[in-house]
């Protein structure tokens, strides 16, 4: 096994066991309690992790993802470090394809987490009264105290970063970031390693950002590793199946297209009738590559599931009343990757406006004349050209409705060009010095009257209230 394929396989097993790992949490949960009784107010607040800073790296709205990362092994005087090292994984994910037209999609943490000792455990296995890597690694057995106990060797895999028990990580979001909806934490140590699961680990090895992303991968869009790393590990993911019909993978929509096949995992002796869509130039395989055309879809339609596309709008009330002027509707805040496009489609009591299709609507007031009242909706979707699902066109609308009412105040009069109107006893009085058209409809939206007025014409008609030219008329006994 070479390099990467060890530290591959290491980051699945995290991806596979997180169910393990909470079981532990649990247990650990009363060795906790009993501790918190001998500790001072000021060492649970610490403990808690509420004093520890939180650096905002990028905030872009309440909708979008809070991305948090967090440090072991980063003692006091350390932090620098950390928060630079933050900020590096941050850039190269988002240098990233699809990721960089998806930057501002996200709010960017950092959470200065102190650890009393610099570094992270190596604890190695018991072997002959003496403690030594249980993958023969050279790098010194030793314990290292860090706020979340992150070692190597988890699972006697040596490039596996993990935590014995997630209890403080847990505890410490909770206190500082409740709201949290992707989690890192990096390992201050150079040593290769990594792990993608519920949470994502990573060290600063020279190849820190590749693994980053590369559990990203694992962590945030639930990717499967793309090469063979035990039958144990085989299963339906996103990017791995067992159909390999051509019309009927669950990657049908890119098969055929750059590169996209069914490829058997583990080549033609091994992964016990697996598939993958690529062979060898996917960043799930191998890093330093690209995420190929399933993986890098099924990362946008995981944004499409966490973020809406319309995030405000105007008017912010859904229901309104009109009194005869024009009502404007905008979408003044949504949520678009770079270079990609929105789809905006209104429609009017369900009849697609075909030809609005911006952010913005403008309700004629005289559409009043035939039904009242009336609804504006309108539907967002976000256009990426790295998304072919069918499902998404159905599946990630953003949709906002408004009904809108006549004012419950008739106006007595009004006057436009040449023409008035006005509301008399018994009926209304039409004026015009050209002829001029005009229906009168009922509130119901049916037709009480249509004349040709030039001149001067008077309408008789019962008390009540009509609708002329989109503007509501009282007429009085
Ligand atoms: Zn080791
Ligand atoms: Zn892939
Ligand atoms: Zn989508």
Redesign the pocket.
Same mark, same amino acid.
């Given at each position: 096994m070479n390099r990467l394929k060890k530290y591959a396989l290491a980051t699945l097993v995290l991806f596979v066991q997180g169910i393990e790992i909470n079981a532990q949490c649990m247990v650990n949960t009363f060795d906790n309690v009993r501790q918190i009784k001998k500790i001072s107010a000021s060492d649970f607040r610490k403990q808690e992790g509420q004093d520890f800073p939180i650096d905002t790296i990028q905030y872009t709205g309440p909708e979008a993802i809070n991305f948090v990362l967090l440090g072991d092994g980063y003692t006091e005087t350390e932090q620098t470090k950390f928060v630079t090292a933050a900020k590096n994984v941050y850039n190269a994910l988002f240098r990233k394809i699809p990721m960089n037209r998806y930057k501002k999609w996200f709010n960017l943490y950092a959470i200065e987490v102190i650890s009393n000792e610099s570094g992270i455990s190596h604890p190695g296995v018991l072997k002959d009264g003496k403690y030594v890597c249980p993958e023969g690694s050279s790098l010194p057995i030793k314990n290292v105290d860090t706020y979340f106990g992150i070692h190597f060797d988890a699972y006697n895999i040596h490039r596996l970063p993990c935590p014995d028990n997630s209890t403080k990580i847990y505890n410490l979001l909770k206190a500082l970031m409740p709201d949290y909806q992707m989690v890192g934490i990096l390992c201050n140590t150079s040593e290769y390693g990594g792990a993608g699961g519920s949470f994502l680990t990573c060290t600063t090895h020279s190849s820190a950002s590749e693994i980053f992303i590369h559990e990203f991968g694992h962590t945030f869009a639930s990717?499967a590793d793309?090469y063979y790393a035990g039958d144990g590990y085989l299963g339906e993911y996103i990017?791995q199946t067992a159909n390999n019909n051509s019309n009927t993978i669950k990657w049908k929509h890119w098969y055929g297209q750059s590169g996209v096949s069914a490829f058997p995992i583990g080549g033609s002796t091994k992964g016990n009738g697996y598939y993958?869509?690529?062979n060898g130039t *996917?960043?799930?395989?191998y890093l330093n590559k690209e995420?190929?055309p399933? *993986?890098r879809e099924a990362i946008v339609e995981e944004m499409h599931n966490r973020v809406k596309v319309i995030a405000e709008y105007q008017p912010t009330a859904r229901s309104l009343t009109m009194d005869g002027d024009d009502l404007t509707f905008t979408i003044t805040r949504y949520y678009k990757g770079t270079s990609n496009k929105i789809n905006f489609e209104w429609s009017i009591n369900n009849v697609v406006q075909e030809d609005e299709t911006s952010n913005q609507l403008i309700l004629k007031s005289d559409v009043f004349e035939t039904v009242t009242p009336q609804t504006v909706k309108v539907k967002a979707n976000e256009v990426c050209p790295y998304v072919k699902d069918t499902k998404h066109a159905t599946k990630h609308v953003s949709t906002v409705t408004w009904r809108v009412q006549l004012g419950t105040v008739g106006v007595e009069a009004f006057t436009h060009d040449d023409f008035s109107v006005e509301a008399v006893n018994g009926g209304l009085r039409l004026k015009s010095e050209k002829p001029h058209a005009v229906t009168v409809y009922s509130l119901h939206g049916q037709k009480v009257a249509h004349v040709n007025v030039c001149g001067e014409e008077m309408i008789q008609l019962p008390a009540g209230i009509y609708i002329v030219d989109g503007k509501k008329m009282l007429v009085d006994r």
């Open positions: 990717l793309e990017n993958k869509p690529v *996917c960043e799930m395989e995420f190929c399933v *993986c």
